[in-house]
């Protein structure tokens, strides 16, 4: 596999080869990827270890996303459960959600691998693995991939959030109260208490709301004397509001509920934390020694401090008078005396099985999810129990029969930063070398003998090859040291043996290097940074995480496999190794060596944001520069992967301004979905000519059962849908030429995620038939497929021979994104391509480094970006120098000398730049805004939760709204309160997810509020007259209602702004609109798709007041008269003006608040009324559901254009008021039991019902305290 910065300076060698450039969109699918056994051991964020299956079951209770035969998707997002992963750009273990968990169903077998310290892992042949190499770096590799000795990178150490003292009481109450057995008894003072609450609120009410079993006579002689049943006790502290463990004064279990029902002895329960300590420790002792003898609990073991330990805790935390009982020829035996009520406490609360106990324990899930105060003591007593220093090995071992408390055991010591070795053959696992120290220090034994035997092997351990061996070499540590200038003998003797090869790098050994190293801080004679650098991401990498080696590589059968979708780092862990997760694009980037081949279509190398798994959308685009050959020729291929979902329709409309050419993915089963057609829309728009590659073929053939003519038909539905949407859309020039066709080799047939692809152009060199693609899925051989046609080589030929490269789509694409003088010399420059004309680049995102400030990604359309340009920021009117010349691999940036016209490159040093900014080394018009009407429809309020956080979430805020344009923010700099404008629920959700947990600030956000816009429904009463506080100004006016026809050029156009005498263009543009010659002239400002006219004659002070004039116009569109929401579609005539002669009289006091209570006036007399913004929902439903979806829609004033039937599918699509869609989505996963997949785009403001005007423009004005 070859590095990103090899690749990146291939690509450097082909950036001035225009003709052999193509820069492209790809807007694809994100599948799952990462599937492991169901026996896996998932760790979660609360330390509780649960089996990748039960998870899944666990899981169920969430929103059930998809469901065939081979797959069930749940969306869990809401369900808030965490798993422990690995951070790769922190290089640290932390927790994240879940969004999705998967049950697959496989027939493939899956590879079996075993590591050094006897962890076992069973997962599909494409997943993913972290490696460490010989360098230190941190690279993937496909479990078919793997070879024995390979390194893996695994956690050693991880942070869990458990559960609070109070928590864990909660927990072993709901599980004991959930068994009638158990009553409680209170002390006399707080029996008083309790009876006289019940008898004020009514003994029968009480009775009744707590649906208590009893009848009315037992349940009042309980309160009387003090005694509850447990699950009663429980509802009446909840009623009352108290503390209910702490009301209890003990315990006992009643086997039979009958009147003359024995009870079992009373017992205290654990309050404190030293009493649940002590209480774990003999848990461990009960799970090591212990076991169940008719209906007690008895421990055996002759060690005379157990003894003692064991009789002394049980009375003071149970108050059980525990006996010793000796035998002959056996070991001493301990009877807790606890009877039924403490054997029930064990096996309800805390797991104990009742038989086999030998075979089937495990950690107590309320342990596991515990302090690690309480962990810890746990482990020390069953180690006390069970545990051995062993003489001959220098360990500490453990043996049981349960192999699952010794995988539990395992894992949760990483929580101790202590990794042991499990031998399943021996039943037993092992901690030596460093480990030992660790565990001897932060957990140890509490028995003397055992711990003084431990502490001496400790003091004179070794290393441990099979947990403490690293993959780094002795060259690498002898690179840097000699990078750093540091000699030799600076570190111990041993350093000139490892730098040789001729001692092995061990953690200890390498600490020790590091050590020294860090010595030398501060050194003057030290320069070199990138040494520096190297040194602390080793470091940092191996502070959390150690390497494992393969020892054995196996492959198993299994029947299904499940899969964890993550937020933000895509892995998780499972049985204590770090466990991986874009499709088509990763098959293109195989090719250039980025990704190896074979984990092309698995790989998501492009995927690499918080939310892209979470709803199967991506939410970012990625960028990647790659280098392929065909047909002799090197070709230079700049893809950016976009997003889908209309939330995000702003992401893809930027990514369509960079790229000449777009490949449209669209699945084989269902069809061209409305996110495809959103991109296809917007694609056209900015005149990018589209290709289309079918994916999931297989999925007819497999899943559909589709013979091959049906196969073909389906293939024919998909492109008429394609070609109708281009027609509709595209450029005059091109509605035909740029329809996709088989014949040509426009249209790709293939699954990305088995590597395979086909089309008619592709085949004459291959020699596959249709025939042959449906057989070859069919008899499930897609291996052979994917080696006799990779998809890569039928998408490389598909890009090459049918997207442009920058010389010919420059000369069609400037004249719609730039409306400057073409025949200028920037405008020649842009049209030929020309890299050594001026620069003239558009930046179309900007994301921002932690350590290099804004970054920003742009399209280079003419003249040559360098390391130290000066460039002019058109719109930030400023000049500055560029600090760093980049392309982007994926999430990491590669700097380059230079990046030429024709070119995709990202520049660092640019402070204050936005998305949409326009870059040059000369004055020049900037380019058109994104061709796009949408604009944001839903507001929030977003405060923090914390005062001091307050500086930080204004940064956050600011940063957000440069990455994502589409975000809009109003910050209140005193209050700490931000309106956070987007483009739909999930669209703000997202922005939540960044600001919690990108930048963890906790928040505190407001439910979403609709924006609204006011306009006319007439035109006003002409010349009204506004007069300045002082009266010595009058201005005459009216508005009217600008045409529809007008208006929806007006709002296509983006014209916001003065409008200068010089801006001849933009007058054109006006006439061209339809507005009156004269009347453009005239037109003085446009603000929110209003306009202001100057009418009026010969008034030369005027033009004094012009800009207060348009202030005051913005003023008033701004904040409308009716509940100051936005005006829009309104023009307003000036028609007069009688001025005071002194300008003194005629300041911004005067005229600002004359001409905003002007338009305000005209506005009210002209019949104003309130839009609503409205969407188009696109909603998949099966067809038994199909009536309660069009009740739920009925319900929230939705109109139904269409409906479509496709298979047991009906595909309903709508329009409905934005307000009306706020909790839309629990409501129709209720009406549809989960089964129902919608979407939503935007559609413009609409005029609101007359009949709820006036409630709606009310509780507006209440909301903003009007």
Known sequence: M?????????????????????????????????????????????????????????????????????????????????????????????????????????????????????????????????????????????AKEIELNDFILAPKFIKTKPANLNELKQNILQNLAKDDGFFIRLNERNSLEIKRKILDYGLERTRKEIQSKLKNKSFYQGAYNGRYRLTD???????????????????????????????????????????FTEFSYLLGLIWGDGGKSGKE???TNEDKQIIEETKSIAERVFGMKATERKYENKATRIDLRGGLTFLKILEKAFDLPLSKKSESIEIPKPIQSSSNQLLKAFIQGYFDADGTVETSRRAVSLNSKSIKILEQLKLSLLRFNCMATLNKKKQAIYISGTNLK????????????????????????????????????????????KELEIPLNAFKKTQEAIESGKQKIYSLNFKEFISTVYSFVGNPKIKNPEAWEKIQEIEKTLFDCST???????????????????????????????????????????????????????????????????????????????????????????????PGHIDFGGEVIRAMRAVDGVILVVDAVEGVMPQTETVIRQSLK????????????????????????????????????????????????????????????????????????VSVLHMKTTGITFKEVYNYCKNEDQKTLAEKSPLYEAIVELVIQHLPNPLVAQKYRIPKIWKGEIESIEGKAMIECDPNGPLSMMIVDVSVDPHAGDVATGRIYSGTVRKGTQIKMIGGKKDIGVQQVALFMGPERVAVSEVPAGNIAALVGLKEVYAGETLSTINMKEFEAFMSNTEPVITVSVEAKEAKNLPKLIEVIRQITKEDPNIRAVVNQD??????????????????????????????????????????NKNSPKKHEAKTPNKHNKFYMHVEKIPEEIMEKLIE????????????????????????????????AVNNNCYIVNATKGIEALFEVRELITQAFNDATNEGPLAKEKVQGIKVMLEDAKLHEDAIHRGPAQVLPAITRGIYACILQADPLLFEPKQILFITVPQDFMGAVSKELGARRAQITDMKTEGDQTIIIGKAPVKELIGFSAAIRGATQGRAIWTAEYAGFELLPRELQHNTVVEIRKRKGM
Not at 244 to 262: P, T, V
Not at 448 to 477: V, Y
Not at 620 to 635: E, H, L, P, R
Not at 988 to 1016: A, C, G, M
């Open 548 to 642: 494992l080696f393969v020892t054995k590589k196996e492959q198993e059968k299994e029947e299904y496999v499940f899969d964890f979708s993550v937020e933000d780092t895509h892995n998780f862990i499972g049985n204590g190794l770090i466990i991986h997760n874009t499709t088509m694009t990763d098959n293109l980037i195989a090719a250039s060596g980025i990704i190896s081949t074979e984990l092309a279509g698995k790989q998501q190398f492009m995927d690499f944001y918080a939310l892209e798994q979470e709803r199967g959308i991506t939410i970012n685009a990625a960028n990647v520069s790659i280098v392929q050959n065909y047909k002799g020729k090197d070709y230079l291929i700049n893809i950016i992967d976009t």
């Open 975 to 1016: 209050t700490g309160e931000h309106l956070l404008s987007g483009m739909g629920e999930l669209h703000l959700e997202v922005t939540q997810h960044r600001i919690e947990v990108d930048h963890k600030i906790p928040i505190t956000v407001s439910p979403p509020i609709v924006v609204y816009r006011e306009t006319i």
């Open 686 to 757: 900015e005149n990018v000519k589209p290709s289309l590659f079918i994916n999931k073929v297989d999925r007819l053939v497999n899943e559909l059962q589709l013979t091959e003519k049906q196969m073909q038909e389906r293939f024919i539905k998909t492109i008429v849908q394609v070609n109708r949407l281009i027609e509709r859309n595209a450029p005059d020039q091109f509605k035909e030429k740029w329809k996709v066709r088989v014949e040509d080799g426009s249209v790709v047939f293939g699954s990305a995620y088995y590597n395979w692809a």
């Open 438 to 481: 660790i565990f001897s220090e932060e957990i140890g034994f509490r028995l003397k003998r055992k711990q003084e035997k431990a502490l001496k092997f400790s003091a004179i351990s070794q290393t441990n090859r099979n947990t403490d061996a690293l993959p780094i070499s002795g060259k690498i540590l002898k690179e840097i040291r």
């Open 297 to 299: 609990i008895r421990i």
């Open 233 to 275: 006790f429980k509802k009446i502290c909840e009623k009352f509001g108290y503390d209910c463990f702490e009301l209890i004064d003990s315990i006992n279990y009643r086997e039979s509920l009958k009147k003359d029902g024995h009870s079992s002895i009373d017992l205290k329960l654990p309050k404190t934390e030293y009493e």
């Open 1053 to 1084: 156009s983006k014209i916001n702004g003065k409008i200068r005498e010089k801006d001849k263009h933009l007058v054109q543009q006006f006439i061209d609109m339809g507005i009156d010659r004269e009347e453009a002239k005239r037109i003085w």
């Open 2 to 142: 070859s590095k990103r910065e090899d690749v990146a300076r291939n690509a450097e060698k082909f950036m001035s080869q225009r003709e052999n450039i193509r820069n492209i969109g790809v807007v694809a699918h994100i599948d799952h990827g990462k599937c492991v056994s169901g026996k896996t051991n998932i760790l979660l964020e609360n330390g509780k270890i649960e089996k990748a299956e039960d998870l899944f079951k666990l899981s169920e209770k969430g929103k059930k996303a998809k469901e065939n035969k081979n797959e069930i998707v749940f969306d869990i997002s809401n369900l808030n459960e965490k798993v422990l992963s690995f951070d790769k750009n922190r290089k640290e273990i932390t927790a994240k959600k879940i969004t999705h968990v998967w049950k697959l169903k496989t027939n493939e077998k899956l590879i079996k691998l075993t590591f050094s310290n006897g962890s076992e892992i069973k997962t599909t042949l494409e997943h993913k693995f972290l490696l460490l190499n010989e360098k230190g770096k941190i690279l993937e590799k496909q």
